[in-house]
């Protein structure tokens, strides 16, 4: 039986099981779908000082009799951070599973790691069935959220099932870990800090006046800082080695969409060179869909970078200095482009009961390499089409789409247009990366 909340208690302070009850009803009319047990089951940390309620770190305190409380307000304000979130649905990132992407480094300050968390939940047999009953013992919350409600399932040619969350929520669950990183960090050098310091006799837990302990450090008050061009230039290959490197871009806000904290380092496959901090659900936009080494679906999620979000888009992509230099884009962006854009007139449209929609999905493929540009051509066509045709709607020549992206972007981004161009090699690197052999949407470092 859930425990009652005491509102009113001179010290503010509630213990886990009224924390739990607390966060569950003044989340209820939350678009993000919350989880009891937010303080009392894994993945829950009060016992080591802290707990994780969507983006934000909530202290425990111990109080005397060894019982963990949390500070009441602080509950509330997580609560309050929650319900101002909007969630899209319909806006959705792949999370997983990603055949032959790289293994992520075992940071032992990272609790959360959530990806890892529901991978091995779902990997597991029978898991999206025991995930779904919700089995004693195994964790169905992440930072409160309970993901699960959310979780989209979708297979692939029958037998590959990818699984999808909402860019929302996904932005909220990286939100937490990074900040569970920045407070273990922080903790970690407060203690090293008062052990130098502190004389051998000196009790290393304070006590307050009512006898409490307060062994649980604050959490760190510095924010991630705006990004500034400090990478501009310098080659992913060079600086991806360089130790400390994750923790520097952790220091950063990501660069495209300003608000997240950046987890990963952005960079031109094409050219090698660092483009900028950026956060992973911004990482995930920004990938095309991959159906085979040289073929792409243009989903919904990806022309609305040339939409609405087109000048941070291609700011972003200009910060490689390949690319700028040459005013294109890399070839599977420039063939999104291409099939969005510049054959968008082409594509035909069906009645529907709101009007009439466009016709399918886009599908674009090249034949040969961006560093052959008299050899590369696109071809753009129209899959699922509603008739049960597949339509080859045009074939474009690598330079003529290249030319045409010109004189859009000049439309379109006139400010990015004029820091481009005109096209020059001294500075490049002097062999440019090949186009990557087989992606197939699998790796989480693409693009």
Known sequence: MSERVMPGRPDGLITLGAADALWVDVTADSAVPTASGAFTCSPAHARMGYVLLGGHVVATVRASGGQWTVPEAEVRRAAAELNAVAMDRQDLVRIGPFRGAPRQDCDEETQLRWRRRIAGELREPSGPERAARGEVGRPYHLAGIDWRQILVEQTRDGTQRTWWLPRAVVRLLDAAEHAETRWVHAARTRQAGAAATEPPSHPRQAQDADGRQTTNPEGPTASPRPYNGELEGQLYSVLSRKPGTSRRVAGWVCAVCRTAPATVLDHCHEHGYVRAPVCQSCNTQERPDHLYSNDIRVANRYTRLFDTGADDWLRHWHRCPGCRARTT???????????????????????????????????????????????????????????????????????????????????????????????????LPAQFRPVIADTSGEGLALF
């Open 329 to 427: 884009l890399p070839l599977p962006h420039l063939a999104a482009w291409t099939a969005h854009i510049a054959c968008r007139s082409l594509r035909p449209t069906h009645r529907a009961p709101g009007g009439r929609e466009p016709c399918g999905v886009l599908r674009v493929s090249w034949t040969g390499s961006q560093n052959a540009p008299r050899a590369c051509l696109l071809t753009v066509a129209v899959d699922f089409c509603p008739s049960g045709e597949h339509r080859v709607l045009a074939r474009v020549p690598y330079r003529e789409a290249a030319e045409r992206f010109r004189l859009w972007l000049a439309e379109t981004a006139p400010a990015v247009a004029a820091a481009a161009g005109p096209d020059r090699l001294d500075g």
